[in-house]
């Protein structure tokens, strides 16, 4: 605890013991427990409104754009934005083809 934290802690407290204090004087109770309920609903849904806007802005997004890449984009528009690509294409290179065929067999 800092010093500027003691100082406010016992700020509060001798505040709230001269509250007691006055409230006992001049029995007004019944004002005092309606201000500290208002005071716990109030805080109660600044709670509930802030939980609520935490859950609300961590829910999933729409994915509209990856790597300066958009969703609609021609692939001459995406060689401009990204540059050619580094790889060769090897099924072109090669001659053939090694991916599996859809009316092929799979080994038991």
């Not at 001049?26 to 309606?34: P, R, S, V």
């Not at 540059?83 to 001659?95: F, R």
Request: glycine letters at 6%; zero cysteines.
């Amino acid at each position: 605890m800092t010093l500027g934290d003691g100082i406010l802690s016992s700020t509060v407290l001798i505040l709230s013991a001269v509250a007691v204090w006055r409230a006992t004087t001049n029995k007004k109770w019944k004002l005092i427990g309606k201000i500290t309920a208002v005071i716990f609903a109030l805080f109660a849904t600044l709670g509930v409104a802030w939980y609520a806007y935490v859950q609300y802005e961590d829910r999933p997004q729409d994915l509209r754009q990856l790597a300066d890449v958009k969703l609609g984009m021609t692939p001459v528009e995406v060689t401009l934005a990204l540059g050619q690509p580094n790889n060769k294409d090897e099924i072109a290179a090669t001659g053939t083809d090694h991916r599996p065929q859809k009316d092929a067999e799979l080994p038991v």
